[in-house]
């Protein structure tokens, strides 16, 4: 059983076009994320939600837009895609408590997916 | 801002030997928490320890051990009994209390030898 998964894994798209990648997990958790990694291997956040209710927003253009149908799901879609949007963008998920007793503060990865734009 | 430093680029090790990678990091906060991530070649992200700050003792799990010092900011990941299969690159990374994202370090890649 995946806990957290990804579609689809590899994606390779002209510039301009539209595209996006589901993520859902099966943990139970109350917090999603979206991280991208670069070429360089540096992951860096971009989005977060907590119950379907956007909670970070980093500076990522606005082309970028996550949208969670409910608390299991965190979808992203990219409009008009840019060289420089070729990356791997992972997701992940955690309980929304931290602390001791819950030890949510882990967070979950995804298996990633690579997205090369032509 | 939080940052996360990870000064070794790259690492290498013997098969059975132990290796050491570091990590430091910046923050005004004293409630936190420091993990040690895996990534081999199939890209996949493993948790490989995880280390409250309120905490004093070192985290330890199996084969991977942590030296805390929560006063240097440091948070390195030893490695005992290195096998092919560490061969990865490793992420050093650190989530405050309040917050919710990772902040990552750069990453240190691992290459192990037979």
């Known amino acids: 059983d995946t806990a957290v998964s990804q579609t689809p894994k590899y994606l390779v798209t002209q510039m301009g076009n539209d595209k996006s990648i589901k993520c859902e997990q099966n943990l139970g958790h109350d917090t999603m994320y979206w991280y991208k990694q670069d070429s360089k291997k540096f992951l860096k956040i971009m989005f977060s939600y907590n119950n379907k209710e956007l909670i970070i927003n980093e500076t990522v253009p606005n082309r970028f837009s996550p949208k969670s149908p409910d608390k299991a799901h965190l979808n992203l879609h990219i409009n008009s895609l840019e060289l420089g949007d070729s990356a791997v963008y992972f997701c992940a998920s955690s309980q929304d408590q931290a602390g001791p007793i819950f030890g949510g503060e882990t967070q979950y990865f995804g298996p990633g997916t690579r997205l090369l734009v032509l | 801002a939080q940052t996360v430093t990870q000064s070794q680029p790259e690492m290498s090790v013997q098969e059975a030997e132990t290796v050491t990678l570091s990590c430091t990091y910046d923050?005004?906060?004293?409630?936190?928490?420091l993990f040690w991530y895996k990534q081999p070649p199939s890209r996949q992200m493993i948790l490989v320890i995880r280390?409250?700050?309120?905490?004093?003792q070192n985290a330890t799990e199996n084969r991977f051990s942590v030296n805390f010092q929560k006063a240097a900011k440091s948070f390195s990941l030893k490695i005992s009994d290195s096998q092919l299969g560490d061969a990865a690159m490793y992420f050093c990374a650190y989530r405050n209390q309040a917050g919710t994202a990772l902040i990552f370090g750069k990453g240190t890649t691992l290459s192990v030898s037979s």
């Open positions: 923050t005004s906060e004293s409630d936190y928490y």
């Open positions: 280390q409250e700050a309120y905490k004093q």
